[in-house]
C-alpha cells in the first residue's frame, strides 16, 4: 500500500481487532506523521494512558509508542492531512492546550 492507501485504512480500520497490522504501520518509518497522529487520537490519545492498569496494556504500549516517535521526529511530514480536532470536541481540544499537551500532537497537518 502506499502512504495514502495506509492512511485510508486506517481512517476504516475495526479498533476492536488485533493491533498487530497497526503496531506494523507505527514500526515503519516510511509512515507519514498524519497517519502516525490519526493512529494516536484513534488509540484514545492520552486518555488511554491515564486509564486503569491491566486495561489493554498493548493498546497501552502502543499508544506510548507512536506518541514518543511522533514527538521525536521519527515520521515525516507529506501530502497527507489530519486535524486531531476533527476527533475532539473543541472543550477537549482546550483543556489539552491548557494541561499543556504538545501542540504536536493538537496541531493540524496538512498536505505541502
Known amino acids: 500500500m502506499d502512504a495514502a492507501q495506509t492512511h485510508e485504512w486506517v481512517q476504516r480500520y475495526n479498533w476492536d481487532d488485533v493491533l ?16 502516525a497522529l490519526l493512529i ?6 492520552p486518555w488511554l494512558a491515564t486509564g486503569p492498569v491491566g486495561v489493554n ?13 511522533l514527538l521525536a521526529g ?9 486535524d ?17 499537551m504538545p501542540s504536536e500532537l493538537l496541531q493540524p497537518v496538512w498536505a505541502e
Open 20 to 35: 498487530a497490522p497497526i503496531r506494523d504501520i507505527v514500526n515503519n518509518s516510511d509512515t507519514e506523521f498524519a497517519t
Open 84 to 100: 486531531p480536532a476533527e476527533e475532539l470536541t473543541r472543550t477537549q481540544v482546550y483543556k489539552l492546550r491548557k494541561a499543556g
Open 57 to 69: 496494556d498493548d493498546a497501552k504500549a502502543l499508544n506510548e509508542l507512536v506518541r514518543d516517535r
Open 40 to 45: 494516536y487520537w484513534r488509540l484514545e490519545g
Open 74 to 82: 521519527f515520521y515525516t511530514k507529506g501530502r497527507l492531512r489530519f
